[in-house]
């Protein structure tokens, strides 16, 4: 959870904060990043307690480790303490009343939530989710010119994931917006650059979504379901989970699957226009397509940190990282380091053995990596398929408003069908 940007400062010649907000900096973190790989894989700032991680091998020895947990309420001067309290009583409502979720806690409880929902992400599920994928994106495809400009991130890659989700969810389309509008405000939560008007925005969102799904799941009281709405409401009904934790995980759920999703289908068609010798090589081999978006998850991870907090001393890289302290993997160094990818910062389609970690490790391993990667899949293929032609046809956005994520507000095209 965010540390209040006053309480930063310069440290050990690097100035954490001042470097990961600049605007630059959100416009292309690459060069930056690389940079401080170089001065080593694992950095303390003693101005926020916070230990950065930069390098690949140590990255996969914290993320995996059952030593360092991702229970936020364990940072010691974190949220959850009284001084934090004292200082930002906002934004420590907002952190417990989005409690307790599997994301935010560990061992037992952790596994106790997670179970109930990943049979809605095994593989006989995501086929059954595939035809449903390609009939979304069929109809969005549709709707686009066969020769003309478009907003892509507008026309395609947003509206895609949220009716996915949706359906997933057995969320009607009327009510869209209004989940694209909550989630948007929830998404912000966590990060650095979180105002306090947006803090009491996503508050007032949270009490609106977990009053729609107590409703969603009242009205489900007496049907059987074999969907993420039914597997929520047997495991609330036999105890398994109680109230609000069968509604901090659906709601975090929707928030987590819907813009991320978003950003890997925006950013990765912008590395396929910026690279048209990889395009073109997908166009000759569609088979590539499966290796395509592992590609564009490791060149542009859209979430740029993971967290966690050591359970116990922890030791890495000849750094030992104390009980209590919180620990930020920066991904998009990660992802991108020589020591272990070659030609780290180029696109390639075909990239074998692709151990990016944009979907986390370990016990946390992204729930939803599943249907990412298949709406992804599909959103490519199909694409593709109907455009001979996608050129850029403006000034891609970046949004810059957000320290933790990394995605494009808008991605103006030119496409043409193929004859
Ligand atoms: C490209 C799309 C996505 C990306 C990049 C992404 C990324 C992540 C990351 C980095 C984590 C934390 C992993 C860790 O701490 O080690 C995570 C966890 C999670 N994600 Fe995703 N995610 C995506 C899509 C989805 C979807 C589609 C859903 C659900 C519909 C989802 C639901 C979750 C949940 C519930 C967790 C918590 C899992 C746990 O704590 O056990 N995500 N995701």
């Not at 930056?32 to 001065?39: A, G, I, N, S």
């Not at 030593?67 to 309420?73: A, C, E, L, Q, Y």
């Not at 009327?174 to 909550?182: A, K, P, Y």
Request: with cysteine.
């Amino acid at each position: 959870m965010s540390k209040d940007i006053s309480s930063t400062g310069v440290s050990g010649g690097i100035d954490w904060w001042s470097v990961l907000s600049d605007r630059d900096f959100l416009a292309n973190p690459y060069p930056q990043l690389r940079r401080l790989q170089e001065k080593g894989p694992v950095h303390f700032d003693p101005a926020s307690g916070i230990y950065f991680i930069l390098g690949h091998r140590a990255f996969a020895r914290v993320s995996k480790s059952s030593s360092m947990g991702r229970d936020t309420r364990n940072w010691l001067g974190g949220w959850n303490s009284d001084d934090y309290r004292a200082h930002d009583p906002v934004g420590y409502k907002l952190f417990s009343e989005f409690q307790p979720q599997m994301i935010n806690c560990d061992g037992e409880e952790h596994r106790r939530m997670r179970k109930v929902y990943e049979p809605a992400f095994r593989a006989q599920a995501m086929s059954r989710m595939a035809p449903l994928i390609e009939e979304q994106a069929a109809r969005l495809l549709a709707a686009m010119p066969d020769d003309g400009e478009v907003d892509f991130i507008e026309a395609f890659a947003a509206p895609l994931p949220l009716r996915v989700l949706c359906e997933l969810f057995d969320i009607p389309e009327s009510l869209d917006e209004t989940i694209s509008r909550w989630s948007a405000s929830l998404i912000r939560i966590g990060d650095i650059l979180m105002t306090p008007d947006q803090k009491l925005e996503a508050q007032a969102a949270l009490a609106e979504f977990k009053d729609f799904l107590r409703e969603q799941i009242r009205a489900r009281e007496n049907r059987h379901e074999d969907n993420l709405m039914g597997l929520a409401l047997h495991a609330y009904k036999d105890g398994t989970l109680d109230e609000e934790e069968t509604l901090t995980n659906l709601v975090s759920m929707l928030v987590a699957g819907h813009e991320t999703t978003v950003t890997l289908i925006g950013n990765g068609l912008l590395l396929l226009l910026r690279n048209p010798a990889e395009l073109a090589r997908l166009r000759t081999e569609p088979a590539l397509t499966r290796t395509a978006v592992e590609e564009f998850l490791r060149m542009e991870p859209g979430g740029n940190m993971i967290l966690r907090v050591a359970r116990e001393d922890f030791e890495v890289e000849g750094m030992t990282i104390p009980r209590g302290a919180p620990v930020i993997g920066l991904i998009g160094a990660i992802n991108r380091d020589p020591a272990r990818f070659e030609r780290a910062d180029e696109l390639d389609v075909a990239r074998p053995a692709n151990a990016q970690f944009t979907f986390g490790g370990g016990a946390h391993f992204c729930i939803g990596a599943p249907l990412a990667r298949l709406e992804a899949q599909i959103a490519f293929s199909r694409l593709l398929e109907k455009y001979a032609h996608i050129d850029l046809a403006g000034t891609p956005e970046w949004r810059l408003d957000r320290m933790n994520a990394r995605g494009l507000g808008h991605l103006p095209i030119h496409v043409r069908k193929a004859a």
